[in-house]
């Protein structure tokens, strides 16, 4: 893969601000293959079952699979 896109990618979920938001980071990226990450802040992020929320785990999913496409 192709450093200076990677580091292009990597630099722009940094200072996306929806990321920053929720503490995604972007640890491993490929070609067609990324790893994100976020910290699981129950006070902000559980639903009214004292759960994940969906949203925090699409956002997750999203931008992994945001990122990995970008590839």
Same mark, same amino acid.
């Given at each position: 893969?192709?450093?200076?896109?990677?580091?292009?990618?990597?630099?722009?979920?940094?200072?996306? =601000?929806?990321?920053?938001?929720?503490?995604?980071?972007?640890?491993?990226?490929?070609?067609? !293959? /990324?790893?994100?990450?976020?910290?699981?802040? =129950?006070?902000?992020?559980?639903?009214?079952?004292?759960?994940?929320?969906?949203?925090?785990? !699409? /956002?997750?999913?999203?931008?992994?699979?945001?990122?990995?496409?970008?590839?």
């Amino acid at each position: 893969m192709d450093e200076s896109l990677k580091k292009a990618i990597f630099d722009a979920v940094e200072t996306e =601000p929806f990321a920053q938001k929720l503490g995604l980071r972007l640890v491993a990226l490929d070609r067609g !293959y /990324s790893r994100v990450e976020m910290d699981y802040l =129950p006070e902000s992020m559980d639903n009214i079952y004292d759960r994940a929320h969906g949203g925090a785990i !699409y /956002s997750l999913i999203d931008e992994a699979f945001e990122t990995a496409c970008q590839t």
